[in-house]
């Protein structure tokens, strides 16, 4: 499975715009916590997908919208 990775915050209330923005856009999207070396982070991601090209599709559509155009496994 693949994902499109959208950000990594501190802030939750940011990582929960991303979420929105990318809902409003028809993405699922997930969080997880991760602790780097600021302290506890949002990780927001979108998917994940069955294939490689329905996570490009995803991530053209999110490029579109500003996001990042990574994408990477889960």
């Known amino acids: 499975?693949?994902?499109v990775p959208l950000g990594t915050f501190a802030n939750p209330d940011n990582a929960r715009q991303v979420r929105n923005r990318a809902a409003s856009a028809g993405i699922k999207s997930y969080t997880e916590q991760v602790t780097g070396q600021q302290g506890g982070q949002t990780?927001?991601?979108?998917?994940?997908?069955?294939?490689?090209?329905?996570?490009?599709?995803?991530?053209?559509?999110?490029?579109?919208?500003?996001?990042?155009?990574?994408?990477?496994?889960?």
């Open 43 to 74: 990780r927001v991601r979108a998917g994940p997908y069955p294939s490689r090209s329905a996570a490009e599709q995803a991530r053209d559509k999110l490029k579109s919208l500003g996001f990042n155009d990574e994408i990477a496994f889960p």
């Open 1 to 3: 499975q693949f994902v």
